[in-house]
């Protein structure tokens, strides 16, 4: 949608609901504001555990057969 058809489209939303509510209708009108958060000061209690990890040899291997 161009800007000017979404402009038609919120106007015509608002024209709805004044119909709709009566004369007690309020509209807040506004803009969003993005921000930016800052990095959080997080420091790693030591290294990775996953990483860490020493994988145990054999563990999970299938035994080749004997007699090939």
């Known amino acids: ?3 000017e058809e979404i402009e038609q489209a ?4 608002q024209a709805m609901l004044g ?3 009566g ?3 309020k509209v807040i009108e506004g803009t ?3 921000i930016a958060l800052p990095a959080p000061d997080v420091v790693p209690d030591g290294p990775n555990k ?7 040899p ?3 291997r299938v035994p080749s057969p004997a007699g090939t």
């Open 23 to 25: 004369e007690g209708t």
């Open 50 to 56: 996953v990483m860490a990890r020493k994988r145990k």
């Open 10 to 13: 919120i106007e015509a939303i």
């Open 1 to 3: 949608m161009t800007d």
């Open 32 to 34: 969003a504001e993005t």
């Open 19 to 21: 119909q709709r509510a």
């Open 58 to 60: 054999g563990k999970g």
